[in-house]
């Protein structure tokens, strides 16, 4: 399992809370994505094209990136105490590919692989983490494939 840096996790929206305006009269169907941190809309919605689900959607991204990235988090604190099935390792896996896509990851970050050993059990393998561009290791211990303690890092 990967171990993320907290770090790397980021949030370079807008400041929340995002709220539904309307740019002329509501009856027009023209809506508009508004923060009290902003001057001017953070995203206009075209008459037509505008569905007052896919406003609430809108406004409701921020609070639900920072949510998935405290249960990613908290997931990985779980897994190597918790009987995780199959399931629950694809969910883990679709959650993280879930903020990467919504921009809840640092771009400043790499893959690192090398040898590892676990400080528990002493098992061998070839780790593979995702850490920040200025490390040149992890910064958060590593999941044992073998005794699945969070006790492993770079040999």
């Known amino acids: 399992m990967i171990r993320t840096d907290p770090t ?5 929206a807008t400041e929340m809370p995002w709220t539904i305006g309307y740019g002329g009269k ?3 169907d023209y809506a508009v994505i508004t923060s009290p941190h902003k001057e001017r809309a953070i995203c206009n919605l075209e008459p037509r094209d505008f569905k007052l689900e896919n406003a609430r959607l809108i406004c409701a991204a921020p609070p639900l990136l920072k949510v998935a990235q405290k249960l990613l988090l908290w997931m990985e604190e779980c897994m190597p105490a918790c009987d995780f099935n199959q ?5 883990y896996h679709e959650l993280r590919q879930t903020i990467r896509t919504a921009g809840g990851f640092s771009s400043e970050t790499h893959w690192w692989q ?4 676990c ?3 002493g098992h061998a393998w070839q780790g593979v983490v995702e850490i920040p561009v200025e490390a040149t290791g992890p910064r958060v211990p590593l999941e044992c494939s073998e005794c699945h303690q969070m ?5």
Do not use: F, K
């Open 8 to 12: 790397m996790l980021v949030y370079d």
């Open 26 to 28: 509501p009856e027009d």
């Open 87 to 91: 399931d629950d390792i694809d969910l």
């Open 114 to 117: 090398g040898p590892c050993i």
């Open 119 to 121: 400080d528990a059990c």
């Open 151 to 155: 006790r492993g890092g770079p040999a």
